[in-house]
C-alpha cells in the first residue's frame, strides 16, 4: 500500500513545547515538502528537500527545523519560536524531475 | 511578491450546471498549474494540471484551460454532482522554491 502516511491525526500540545509531526513516504520519491495550511487559506511552504541530507527553507521557515536522514523520512518540529504554531500541517512529495506533488493526509496541531 | 488569486472563494452550482473557477498568477516563469482538490479533513489531491506549453487539457468532466499572455487559468467541471463538493486549490510552479497555492475555492453542489 504505498503512500504518505503522517502521524499522529491530531497533537495537542501546551505553549512552550516543542513537538515533532511525523511524514513517511514508499513512493521512492526525492523530493518532500512541509506545508502549513491555516482557515479559509492557502498552502505557505515551511521547508523542502529535493535530497537526503539536504533541505531549503521556504516562504514561512522560522519557528520550524527539519531532518532529512533517509529518503523516505522527513519530520517537522515547530518549536517554540513559533508564534502561531496552531494549524493544519501537510507534507508533501514528489519525484525529483517531476512538479508533481502528492499529498498526505494532515496533522492538525493546536497548541494552548 | 509573487502570488496567485483565486476567484470565487465560494461557489455553490446546481447539481448538473458548471462550475468554474479562476486563478490569475503573476510569476512569468511559472510552467506548471496544477489544480487540488481537498475533503473536509484530508489532504489535497491532484486532479489535473497543465504545462505552459499547452493551452487546454481534458480529463472526462473536468478540464483546465491556460492563457498565459493574460497570465490565467481555469477549472472548468461539467455536469457537477454531489461528490464534487469540496475545497479546490489552483498552484503555480516556477521551480521547486516557487510553490505557490491560491486562497481556494469552497464548491458546494445544490441537490
Known amino acids: 500500500d504505498g503512500g504518505i502516511t503522517q502521524s499522529p491525526k491530531y497533537l495537542f500540545r501546551k505553549e512552550g513545547q516543542n513537538v515533532t509531526l511525523s511524514c513517511e513516504q514508499n513512493?521512492?520519491?526525492?523530493?518532500m515538502y512541509w506545508y502549513r495550511q491555516d482557515p479559509g487559506q492557502g498552502l505557505r511552504l515551511i521547508y523542502y528537500s529535493q535530497i537526503v541530507n539536504d533541505f531549503q527553507k521556504g516562504d514561512i521557515a522560522e519557528g520550524y527545523s527539519v531532518s532529512r536522514e533517509k529518503k523516505e523520512s522527513f519530520p517537522l518540529t515547530v518549536t517554540s519560536a513559533q508564534k502561531n504554531p496552531t494549524a493544519f500541517y501537510l507534507c508533501a512529495s514528489g519525484a525529483g524531475d517531476s512538479y508533481e506533488q502528492y499529498f498526505g493526509p494532515g496533522t492538525r496541531l493546536t497548541v494552548t | 511578491g509573487e502570488n496567485v488569486e483565486q476567484h470565487p472563494s465560494t461557489l455553490s452550482v446546481q447539481e448538473g450546471d458548471s462550475a468554474v473557477i479562476k486563478c490569475t498568477y503573476s510569476d512569468s516563469a511559472s510552467n506548471y498549474f496544477p489544480w487540488y482538490k481537498q475533503e473536509l479533513g484530508k489532504g489535497p489531491q491532484l486532479i489535473i494540471d497543465?504545462?505552459?506549453?499547452?493551452g487546454e487539457k481534458k480529463d472526462q468532466r473536468i478540464a483546465v484551460t491556460l492563457n498565459k499572455t493574460a497570465k490565467h487559468f481555469s477549472l472548468h467541471i461539467t455536469e457537477t454532482q454531489p461528490e464534487d463538493s469540496a475545497v479546490y486549490f489552483c498552484?503555480?510552479?516556477?521551480?521547486?522554491?516557487?510553490?505557490?497555492f491560491g486562497s481556494g475555492t469552497r464548491l458546494s453542489i445544490r441537490p
Open positions: 513512493l521512492n520519491h526525492d523530493a
Open positions: 498552484a503555480s510552479y516556477s521551480s521547486a522554491s516557487k510553490i505557490i
Open positions: 497543465i504545462r505552459s506549453n499547452v
